[in-house]
């Protein structure tokens, strides 16, 4: 089945450090991925979608020089937290979905932790 | 726009005991897919079912089931002879098939004690 890999699980980093998450898909090619926002205890926002070889459409209120999103090859797409702050602390995960896989498939998420 | 509401914050049970968490949606959309995810401690996103708006029928997969009324807009998950491995959070989420964006439910915290 579709299998998409979120790496790193966790990170914890210094404040006004920059972090990079990378979601792949193992093995279908996916069109579209999703990243999505999880605070403790609370729902899954989602922050933006990305199309392989087109600009991130950001969800209202996510900051794009903020949270960069690049998905240049159908099988990566990445996230970085620029100038990272405690508050930017969260649980991050992707999903991804493609011509080829059944509904879509999340990441195993990764935690940030910004100190 | 759309909303995906799961009324229970917290439920708790004994092992054995069957449990339903309940889901609502909104749409204006006649074409969607509505999803059930586990979410257990470790954090990942296990996906469990996804329902075609189209297909009414009620699905059964080993002790988990599913309840899909258009009518009354809901999409209900029980499941039968709770374990404790079952103990989890639980998100309904709809999708438009259109933008392919899926809307989350706040999640129902499942607790199943021995």
């Known amino acids: 089945g579709a299998v998409v890999s979120q790496h790193p699980s966790r990170v914890i980093c210094k404040s006004g450090t920059s972090v990079k998450i990378e979601c792949r898909s193992l093995?279908?090619?996916?069109?579209?991925m999703f990243w999505y926002r999880q605070f403790p205890k609370q729902s899954l926002m989602l922050m933006a979608t990305?199309?392989?070889?087109?600009?991130?459409?950001?969800e209202q209120g996510v900051e794009k020089d903020k949270f960069l999103i690049n998905h240049a090859s159908l099988t990566l797409s990445t996230l970085t937290v620029t100038s990272a702050h405690p508050e930017d602390s969260s649980f991050y995960i992707c999903?991804?979905?493609?011509?080829?896989?059944?509904?879509?498939?999340f990441g195993s998420g990764t935690r940030l932790t910004v100190v | 726009a759309q909303k995906v509401t799961q009324a229970q914050t917290e439920i708790s049970v004994v092992e054995k005991e069957d449990v339903t968490l309940d889901c609502v949606y909104e749409t204006r959309d006649t074409t969607y897919y509505l999803f059930w995810y586990k979410q257990p401690p470790s954090g990942e996103l296990v996906f469990l079912i996804r329902r075609n708006s189209f297909d009414e029928q009620n699905e059964i997969s080993g002790r988990y089931s599913w309840n899909f009324q258009k009518s009354t807009s809901s999409f209900n998950f029980t499941i039968t002879a709770s374990q404790v491995v079952d103990s989890a959070v639980y998100f309904c989420a709809l999708e438009n098939t259109n933008a392919g964006k899926s809307t989350f439910g706040d999640g129902t915290t499942l607790t199943v004690k021995p």
């Open positions: 093995d279908f090619q996916a069109t579209t």
């Open positions: 990305s199309n392989e070889g087109s600009k991130a459409t950001y």
């Open positions: 999903s991804a979905t493609g011509a080829r896989s059944y509904g879509y498939t």
